[in-house]
Nanobody
């Protein structure tokens, strides 16, 4: 069982930056592929980024490439999402996700997620 808790959301002006964190419980964090998803009002949940167990491989949605960076610190059981050059269309609830057996690409497709965090709100004003 893994419990995920996101933090770092808030209100920021367009062009600004935020860093989201996701802290995971348990001693097997390094065995999980991790992902960040988001859901805007009236829209379906979508992948933002995913990272492999070691952190060596990452995936980014086209809409955030070059602006967002996902990383992980296995010693701290934490993943991060650095978000720069934020746009109003980045406004959403951001969710952390963990998958024990999948890959970066299966997590990115949404096909294999075992655990979800409760989400953190990110609001970008124009």
């Amino acid at each position: 069982q893994v419990q995920l808790v996101e933090s770092g959301g808030g209100l920021v002006q367009a062009g600004g930056s935020l860093r989201l964190s996701c802290a995971a419980s348990g001693r097997t964090f390094s065995m999980y592929v991790m992902g960040w998803f988001r859901q805007a009002p009236g829209k379906e949940r979508e992948i933002v980024a995913a990272i492999s167990r070691s952190g060596s491989d990452t995936y980014y949605a086209d809409s955030v490439k070059g602006r967002f960076t996902m990383s992980r610190d296995n010693a701290k059981n934490t993943v991060y999402l650095q978000m720069n050059s934020l746009k109003p269309e980045d406004t959403a609830v951001y969710y952390c996700a963990a998958d024990r057996w999948g890959t970066v690409f299966t997590v990115a497709s949404g096909a294999s997620v075992d655990y979800w965090g409760p989400g953190t709100q990110v609001t970008v004003s124009s």
